[in-house]
């Protein structure tokens, strides 16, 4: 079946870095892909999306890049602060549901 | 402020006592839905609803029941809790089907003896 999943469980950059977290989906009838940030003990917070439709999307400090051709996704933070050290979920979605992955934890080294 | 809020934030009980994790949302949103998040499997998606009366079975939803009798709340039922069921719950709103960015409550952790 459709599963959304990451390349790495865990990411460790020094602060000031730039951050790259990878997400692989097989589902190539997603309508759109979104990022969610996890801090801990609060629920995921919307980051960015993109729909199927687009190849790249900023949004402040943040960069997603979607291929299609290799059913790929990535988050881009630049400037990785000690405040982006959470887990980071991305999400596929269509119709009426998403599907997560499960999650990369990111560590920002001071 | 905007917001989901779930209740109770920590919940112990035991195997067979039916218990109700409430769930509302201020921002008029249609959609509502449910997630367990477990370790190792991510969120997994157990009910949602697209509108007042209008829910639907997700991944996961084996154990569970919901109810959408109001656009704001979203309750999660578990008529016969089993220890299966301890695990880490989350309520999400958002303005309709289909909307990428979807509100997250602060969860509910749920243990099951």
């Known amino acids: 079946g459709e599963s959304v999943g990451l390349h790495l469980p865990t990411l460790s950059v020094q602060e000031g870095d730039n951050s790259i977290i990878n997400c692989a989906y097989s589902n190539s009838a997603s309508d759109y892909f979104i990022w969610y940030k996890q801090e801990s003990g609060k629920g995921p917070q919307f980051i960015i999306d993109?729909?199927?439709?687009?190849d790249k999307r900023q949004g402040q400090r943040v960069t997603v890049l979607l291929n299609k051709t290799v059913k790929h996704l990535s988050l881009q933070i630049a400037a990785t602060q000690p405040g982006d050290s959470a887990v980071y979920f991305c999400?596929?979605?269509?119709?009426?549901?998403?599907?997560f992955g499960k999650g990369t934890l990111l560590t920002v080294n001071p | 402020e905007a917001q989901v809020t779930q209740n109770p934030r920590y919940l112990i009980t035991v195997t067979g006592k039916k218990l109700t994790v409430t769930c509302s949302q201020n921002?008029?949103?249609?959609?509502m839905s449910w997630y367990r998040q477990d370790p190792g499997l991510g969120l997994r998606q157990i009910y949602y609803s697209m509108n007042v009366e209008v829910t639907d079975k997700g991944d996961v939803p084996e154990g569970y029941k919901v109810s959408r009798k109001e656009k704001r709340n979203f309750p999660l039922i578990l008529e016969s809790p089993s220890p299966n069921q301890t695990s880490l719950y989350f309520c999400?709103?958002?303005?309709?089907?289909?909307?990428?960015?979807?509100?997250f409550g602060q969860g509910t952790r749920l243990t099951v003896v």
């Open positions: 993109i729909r199927s439709n687009m």
């Open positions: 999400a596929e979605g269509s119709n009426y549901k998403l599907t």
């Open positions: 921002m008029n949103h249609e959609y």
């Open positions: 999400a709103s958002s303005y309709r089907q289909g909307d990428t960015e979807a509100f």
